[in-house]
């Protein structure tokens, strides 16, 4: 079949305030912003940023209605390494955002926090052991908000 997928190009995320969500996912992750999009009335409204390191774009489009639909979701999960999630854990509490800890997911280890529109964001470590394992229902993690991620 020569109608392949290569990679993901980018991830889009509806924010109720651009402004405060660019600020919080350029310090989250490091963020390098690419590209500004103007609607019609010269309103800037959306913003395309390089994701350091992951080989693709984040792009953060301001819609209140969207983004409070999607406020407890977690629509995709960004992979590292096991130790990355040590690391991540480090600087999450640095920075003073609130996470999960670390759960055995059905194919590996995940940690999840929320950004400023409650949208669950998935830091996932994949293991092939855990995979390879028979999934009971006291291995299996259920969609819903990771443990200690309750939005207050």
Same mark, same amino acid.
């Given at each position: ?18 402004d ?30 390089d994701?350091?390191g ?5 792009a ?6 969207l983004?409070? $639909? %999607?406020?407890?979701? &977690? !629509?995709?999960?960004? #992979? ?5 999630l040590? *690391?991540?854990i480090?600087?999450?509490d ?15 280890? $995940? %940690?999840?926090?929320? &950004? !400023?529109?409650g949208? #669950? ?6 293991d *092939?052991e855990?995979?390879?394992a ?5 291995r299996?993690?259920?969609?819903g908000?990771?443990p200690?991620?309750?939005?207050g």
């Amino acid at each position: 079949m020569n109608a392949a997928v290569s990679g993901v190009h980018h991830l889009k995320i509806w924010v109720t305030d651009l402004d405060r969500s660019r600020s919080w996912y350029e310090r989250v992750f490091g963020l390098v912003l690419r590209t500004k999009f103007e609607d019609d009335d010269g309103v800037v409204r959306g913003m395309a940023f390089d994701f350091p390191g992951a080989g693709l774009q984040l792009a953060l489009r301001e819609n209140p209605g969207l983004a409070g $639909a %999607l406020s407890g979701a &977690d !629509p995709f999960a960004l #992979q590292t390494s096991r130790e990355g999630l040590d *690391d991540w854990i480090a600087h999450l509490d640095a920075l003073g955002v609130p996470h999960s800890p670390v759960i055995k997911a059905s194919a590996g280890h $995940a %940690l999840g926090f929320l &950004d !400023p529109d409650g949208i #669950q964001l998935r830091l996932y470590a994949p293991d *092939d052991e855990i995979h390879a394992a028979p999934a009971g229902h006291e291995r299996l993690y259920r969609s819903g908000p990771l443990p200690g991620l309750e939005r207050g």
